[in-house]
Nanobody, 123 residues
Framework: QVHLEESGGGSVQTGGSLKLSCVYS????????MGWYRQAPGKERDLVSS???????TYADSVKGRFTISHDFAEKTVYLQMNSLKTEDTAMYYC?????????????????WGQGTQVTVSS
């Protein structure tokens, strides 16, 4: 099972930027797709962005053009660069394995969520 540790959150004003980091525990998971989720108070946890093992990225419509996901395999770290932040981006952000169809069995199964990192955007 993977251990995930998110960091980089904080409080910023609208239009500001933050870069989130997610370090995972073992190099074997570098071959897995990864994603960033967010959960605002009273709402469900939603996928914001993902990056597949072949580098293909996806973004929720609400963040397209503002967020960029990347994966540094050597550092076992997935990043989420967030620019032009809006108040509606306020949430707890989490990373998680998002296994693709060709990813190994170790990418699947149940993985525990990390503690997340809080992003607060104020006007």
């Amino acid at each position: 099972q993977v251990h995930l540790e998110e960091s980089g959150g904080g409080s910023v004003q609208t239009g500001g930027s933050l870069k989130l980091s997610c370090v995972y525990s073992k190099y074997i998971f570098s071959s897995c797709g990864m994603g960033w989720y967010r959960q605002a108070p009273g709402k469900e946890r939603d996928l914001v962005s993902s990056i597949a093992s072949d580098g293909t990225t996806t973004y929720a419509d609400s963040v397209k053009g503002r967020f960029t996901i990347s994966h540094d395999f050597a550092e076992k770290t997935v990043y989420l660069q967030m620019n032009s932040l809006k108040t509606e981006d306020t949430a707890m952000y989490y990373c998680m394995i998002v296994p693709g169809p060709r990813d190994g069995d170790w990418c699947r199964g149940t993985h525990a969520w990390g503690q997340g990192t809080q992003v607060t955007v104020s006007s």
